[in-house]
């Protein structure tokens, strides 16, 4: 760490790392196991949540994303649309019944509103699958790994299939080992 960074950390003033999509395909072969041997099966929804930005920014980037899906769509069948949640964050929701083609078109909008300079608003990108209710599988961007999210009830998680579900995938699909950076979503559009 230099001199700046010394002194930004001492005053607060940390910078989010870049977004990480390296990983971001280990989905798309997880995904038989996931279907297999942990009954979990995909929903045909997907999405990636980034932070708002300014008004002509959004403008900007919301068209050239709707651009390219409109464009990489038409061979795929897959719908989208983009919308705000209840705390502002931006979504850009999939449907599509073929799971390759949401996780490509996922890692198609990070690309990007990386290109548009905006990898750090990106927050991460969430697969939806059904077992005995959802289960989300939520890539954060910034750690680089997965890691699931059961919702059970208004605001309740069911952490015992949340610690299940890392240990009988992790071989296949990088899970972020501290759970203390297992955010929930509540409220997700999908």
């Known amino acids: ?10 005053l607060g003033r940390s910078k989010l790392p870049p977004s990480n999509t390296e990983r971001l395909f280990a989905i798309s072969t997880a ?3 996931m279907e297999v041997s942990l009954n979990l099966h995909p929903s045909g929804q997907a999405g990636i949540c980034f932070k708002s930005m ?4 959004y403008e900007n980037t919301r068209k050239e994303i709707e651009e390219l899906l409109s464009y990489s769509t038409q ?4 719908n989208f649309h983009i919308e705000k949640d209840k705390y502002n964050f931006l979504w850009v929701i999939l449907d599509d019944t073929d799971f390759e083609d949401l996780v490509t078109n996922i890692h198609m909008v990070c690309q990007t509103l990386i290109e548009q300079g905006f990898s750090e608003q990106i927050l991460c990108a969430v697969y939806r699958f059904e077992s005995e209710g959802p289960v989300y ?7 680089g790994s997965y890691y699931p999210f ?6 309740e998680r069911d952490n015992s299939t ?7 995938i992790e071989n296949e699909l990088p ?6 950076k297992w955010y929930p979503l509540w409220g997700m559009p999908f």
Do not use: C
């Open 1 to 10: 760490m230099g001199l700046k960074g010394m002194f930004d950390s001492l």
């Open 31 to 33: 995904v038989v196991t």
């Open 54 to 57: 300014s008004l002509s920014q």
């Open 75 to 78: 061979e795929t069948g897959t």
């Open 137 to 143: 599988w939520i890539y954060n961007f910034k750690q």
């Open 150 to 155: 059961v919702p059970r009830g208004k605001q």
């Open 162 to 168: 949340e610690l299940r579900l890392k240990a009988l």
């Open 175 to 180: 899970v972020e080992k501290n759970v203390e």
